[in-house]
T-cell receptor, first 113, second 108 residues
Framework: GAGVSQSPSNKVTEKGKDVELRCDPISGHTALYWYRQSLGQGLEFLIYFQGNSAPDKSGLPSDRFSAERTGGSVSTLTIQRTQQEDSAVYLC???????????FGDGTRLSIL | AQRVTQPEKLLSVFKGAPVELKCNYSYSGSPELFWYVQYSRQRLQLLLRHISRESIKGFTADLNKGETSFHLKKPFAQEEDSAMYYCALASGYSTLTFGKGTMLLVSP
């Protein structure tokens, strides 16, 4: 595709619900990344994939967060039992290889009521 | 552990004034440094990378290994430069480490 695509663009949900965020990377990009952007906190790394494998899950804030990638393409980030502190913009990026410049999507703005 | 520090949360200048957005890093090896920019209502995008040694939109950044810095400079700021700027570091086969960002506001 023309760029990294994320859906939904906005998500409002009640505390305690599960949410699933989707990222469709640029075709042919082997590496895919998830970040969280909170007000005043900058960009917080969550997890990255090389192909379908996630070598580094160190950034996931808690065991409520999980992510998977299938077919070396689309990735989903799942947050279970959402809390208000999960409210943020979740950004996805992809790159041709792991050490190449990253291309970002527009993000999903998640609001937990 | 690698770290990127952007000491200024906000930098406000007048149009035509010089701009310097500071970035310092800590990493023991040979890093690769980037500047990313996010304009209002647009996605985060790569502005420049140090290995390219190029000028984008009038911005330049020189890697100073002695001072472990990669400051972003522009001699004459324009209103359209107003945006959030992030410095980032890559090391070997690892993900980017971003600074917290500096908001640049250019007033007419």
């Amino acid at each position: 595709g023309a760029g990294v695509s994320q859906s939904p663009s906005n998500k409002v949900t009640e505390k305690g619900k599960d949410v699933e965020l989707r990222c469709d990377p640029i075709s042919g990009h082997t590496a895919l990344y998830w970040y969280r952007q909170s007000l005043g906190q900058g960009l917080e790394f969550l997890i990255y994939f090389q192909g379908n494998s996630a070598p580094d899950k160190s950034g996931l804030p808690s065991d409520r967060f999980s992510a998977e990638r299938t077919g070396g393409s689309v990735s989903t980030l799942t947050i279970q039992r959402t809390q208000q502190e999960d409210s943020a913009v979740y950004l996805c990026a992809s790159s041709l290889e792991i050490n190449q410049p990253q291309h970002f999507g527009d993000g999903t703005r998640l609001s937990i009521l | 552990a690698q770290r990127v520090t952007q000491p200024e949360k906000l930098l406000s200048v007048f149009k035509g004034a010089p701009v310097e957005l500071k970035c310092n890093y800590s990493y023991s090896g040979s890093p690769e440094l980037f500047w990313y920019v996010q304009y209002s209502r647009q996605r985060l995008q790569l502005l420049l990378r140090h290995i390219s040694r190029e000028s984008i939109k009038g911005f330049t950044a020189d890697l100073n290994k002695g001072e472990t810095s990669f400051h972003l400079k522009k001699p004459f700021a324009q209103e359209e430069d107003s945006a959030m700027y992030y410095c980032a570091l890559a090391s070997g086969y690892s993900t980017l480490t971003f600074g917290k960002g500096t908001m640049l506001l250019v007033s007419p």
